[in-house]
């Protein structure tokens, strides 16, 4: 159970810890951030050229996050389909834990949904949700 448990925190606390960084600087650290993410597999080369391939995805989806919640949400979504695949090919993010790359498969939505809202803070989604009721 902590399994599914522990990466949905996980994701929980960097979306309430990234909205303490105000506007426009939020949106940009969190680019920079999926655009990282994108050469997290580099090292193991588990898909050869295509490890670059990816990287340089991302680091466009990055660059247009600049810009864009929308696109930093879709990076983290790309990302996710990278650690499923790292996963069941039992090459995972972090070599000496087992089941990383399913925990980031986890974590990374949960991050991308709160990218889809506009990064907003905690305060602003409740205010948001209010709005919509």
Partial sequence: ???YVVPVVIG??????CSLI???HRRRFN???VGGAGAAYISGGSFGLGE?????????VAYIGLRSWAF???GWLLHTVWDVLHHRRGDPLIPSVHDSSFGCAICDPVIALWCFTGGRSPKALLAFQKAGE
Avoid: C, H, Y
Avoid at 12 to 17: M, N
Avoid at 52 to 60: I, Q
């Fill in 12 to 17: 929980l606390i960097w979306a309430g810890a």
């Fill in 72 to 74: 930093i949400g879709i």
């Fill in 52 to 60: 670059l391939a990816f990287t340089a995805l991302m680091t466009a």
């Fill in 22 to 24: 105000p506007e426009p």
């Fill in 1 to 3: 159970m902590l399994r």
């Fill in 31 to 33: 680019a920079v951030v």
